[in-house]
């Protein structure tokens, strides 16, 4: 389920290090799925990162996004829908946190379109 998944998904760790991620997540990036094992997450530049949603999952709570990304790994412009959870032992402890990303863009484009052929 977790390779068939056609949202993205990651899971990274307390020093927001990727541990692991679909390879939907890696064509939505446009990087290979082996470059982002281990990337750290605090160094991302990428323009509309939502890096405030990675910190709620490490509080223990969930968070969320929704807008404008793109990828300096491949240079795409994106819009996306971003939500966050925690990713906690048996105990409760929380080890790091896990990532649902969609890419929202051909949506968006098809309302943006929709609405300038109402005007």
Known sequence: ???????????YDRDLRILDCTPRLAEILGAPREGLLGVDLHGMR???FPLETLFAAL???????????????SGRRLMISVKSSPLRAPDGEVLGGLVLLEDLTATHLLDEARRESEA
Do not use: C, I, N
């Open 59 to 73: 509080r223990g709570e969930h968070g969320s996004y929704d807008g404008p990304y793109t990828t300096t790994l």
């Open 1 to 11: 389920m977790f390779d068939q998944s056609p949202a993205g998904l990651l899971a």
């Open 46 to 48: 990428d323009e509309g």
